[in-house]
């Protein structure tokens, strides 16, 4: 029996998933939560604390490379399983998650010249202080009408490349200069596996603005933003881009003593752990929306044209699965966003409560919210609490709720929570089929499915889709672990093509969330409201939610 690796860095930790190449069975699972975490508040190292302002988050390399040093050699040593016998290895990343490094790999937070620069260090996807060099970006590339921009839905966000790339530069020119490269952590790590610098066409053209048909936006356009910018593709990125589910190298000798696998063993080309998903969830062909359901939403569609669509992430061909158009949309919060609602707003008797019962508090919210019927609580939310990236793509927008009264209790909220994020991803439905792009069944994965049936069951009523989940619970490892299978090969015990290894690997659970065309009826009268408050508090109707922003700034820059 052949296996690879699959190793999945997520956003508070990473894990690596041994699998055997045939059956797709998941032998063996090893997770390393991140000694540092989400920076966000301050730099973790000694000395004098260094604050970081609002909307800024970072995130230590020595995690991601403490995180291959234990888990990888975790399934090995749980599984028993001979390292001569695992053919390869994938990874798949959070994105855009970016770092500057030396021409040699090395991060500049490391060095003692730039630890104290929060510059030098990751910036995680979720980093929105970008936002202001993101409006820059999207100013100037629709006063000079580039046509890549349809890519994007018509605007491009802070969580993108260049954005955070002209952040580096606009604040800490020096973190810039000494940068030799500004990578993607997924192509990072691949170079912590290889010993040599492979990037991935994955990241490149959802997160820096490539296509396989255009290659990179121009250096004139690059230049306009900053003269210093104009060269930085040449200078400290790489047009050398690979596609997914290739060879990007093999295990140095190196990487062979921090994980345990074998030199020479194949690395797959990085991957986005929101893409790479997909197969994982057995689906190829267009027409079938799937939905990674975690801290937050990423939605990929595939189909075999290029349209533009309102509000998406990017459409980029090959991007997903060879021959197709991927196109990527999503919601920046909707775990999180409980997860905010349990931790900060729920009374102690709902704890009081778990703690009796031996449950969470989600499973005690959920209970009660599962008795009320749609509408009955008279609540309304927008999922805004970190921000729209579908579709109107506004890091600076803010969570609401509507219609609360004394009565109102912290299911009913919960339950409102809920909602409001199953009429975002309907409002991303909406504006693909006003696109051109069809979506029929929804296939869901990630940490959400298998905690919260309420949800699961919203979605598929808001959406009035059959919604069908993944057997694996860790479907971005999977899906690392398939292109790993297709790295390594037929020859080596692998697979040929990438078809030929989802319809091994990839399985579906058998029974699907219905939707109840009842309450279908019901939910679509409050999707109207919800729309009607997306556009006030959105579409720049209503600048409260903007003004309370700079408002908040303002006195955080007083207390300084």
């Known amino acids: 029996m052949k296996y690879t690796v699959g190793v999945d860095f997520g956003t508070e930790s990473g894990r690596a998933l041994l699998v055997e190449v045939d ?20 730099l973790p190292i000694p000395g004098p604390p260094i604050s970081l302002e609002p909307d800024w988050a970072l995130q230590d390399p020595d995690d991601y490379v403490r995180t291959l040093a234990t ?23 959070t994105s855009c998650t970016i770092l500057p490094v030396t021409a ?23 980093h929105h202080a970008a936002q ?11 006063d000079r009408d580039e046509p890549w921009l349809g890519r994007y839905g018509g605007r491009i966000s802070s969580e993108w490349f260049f954005a955070k790339t002209l952040q580096i530069l606009d604040e800490s020119p020096g973190v810039y200069a000494a940068a030799d490269r500004i990578i993607e952590a997924a192509d990072w790590i691949v170079w912590q ?3 040599h610098e492979v990037r991935n066409a994955c990241t490149a053209g959802y997160k820096a603005i490539w296509s396989k048909r255009d290659g990179f936006v121009g250096n004139d356009f690059l230049g306009a933003l900053d003269p210093r910018l104009r060269n930085v593709v040449d200078e400290k990125m790489s047009r050398d881009l690979r596609p997914v589910a290739t060879r990007a190298g ?8 921090l994980t345990g696998l074998r030199p020479g063993t194949p690395v797959a080309v990085a991957n986005v752990d929101a893409h790479v998903s997909v197969p994982a969830c057995g689906v190829t062909t267009p027409g079938r929306l799937v939905a990674i359901m975690g801290t937050s939403i990423c939605h990929i569609v595939l189909d075999d044209r290029e349209v533009e669509v309102e509000g998406m992430c990017g459409v980029v061909e090959d991007g997903v699965l060879p021959g197709l158009f991927g196109y990527e949309a999503g919601q920046p919060a909707v775990g999180d966003m409980l997860g905010w609602f349990v931790d900060q707003a729920v009374p102690p008797s709902y704890h009081e409560r778990a703690r009796a019962a031996g449950v969470t508090v989600h499973e005690v919210l959920e209970a009660d919210a599962t008795r009320l019927r749609p509408g009955e609580s008279g609540l309304l939310a927008l999922d805004w609490w970190n921000g729209n990236r579908s579709i109107l793509v506004d890091a600076g927008l803010s969570g609401l709720l509507v219609g609360a009264t004394l009565a109102t209790r912290a299911s009913d909220i919960y339950r409102a929570l809920i909602e409001a994020a199953a009429f975002g991803t309907r409002a991303i439905i909406e504006a693909f089929r006003a696109g051109g792009v069809q979506v029929g069944e929804i296939v869901a994965c990630g940490g959400l499915p298998d905690r919260n049936r309420l949800l699961m069951q919203t979605f598929a009523d808001v959406t009035g889709r059959s919604i069908s989940v993944a057997s694996s ?23 040929g093509c990438i078809d030929d290894a989802v319809a091994a690997m990839a399985h579906i659970a058998p029974i699907p969330y219905q939707p109840n065309p009842a309450w279908t009826s019901i939910y679509s009268d409050l999707y109207a409201e919800y729309v009607r ?10 600048a409260a939610m903007g003004n309370l922003r700079v408002l908040r700034d303002r006195a955080r820059l007083m207390a300084v």
Do not use: M
């Open 104 to 126: 040699a790999g090395d991060p500049l937070c490391r060095s003692e010249r730039f630890r104290r620069d929060p510059h030098s260090w990751v910036k995680l996807w979720k």
């Open 23 to 42: 059956t797709g069975r998941e032998v063996a699972t090893s997770v390393y939560r991140y000694k540092n975490g989400v920076v966000d508040r301050q």
């Open 132 to 142: 202001p060099e993101a409006d820059r970006i999207n100013e100037l590339a629709r």
């Open 193 to 195: 596996l290889t010993g």
């Open 473 to 495: 619970g860790q479907t971005p490892a999977l899906g690392a672990a398939i292109t790993a299978a297709v790295a390594a090969g037929s020859d080596a015990g692998g697979h």
């Open 533 to 542: 408050l997306h556009d006030l508090f959105g579409r720049g109707h209503d």
């Open 71 to 93: 888990t990888v050699p975790a399934v090995l040593a749980d599984s028993g399983v001979d390292p001569a016998d695992v053919i390869g290895v994938g990874v798949d990343f």
């Open 250 to 257: 093999l295990v140095s000798k190196e990487a062979s003593r």
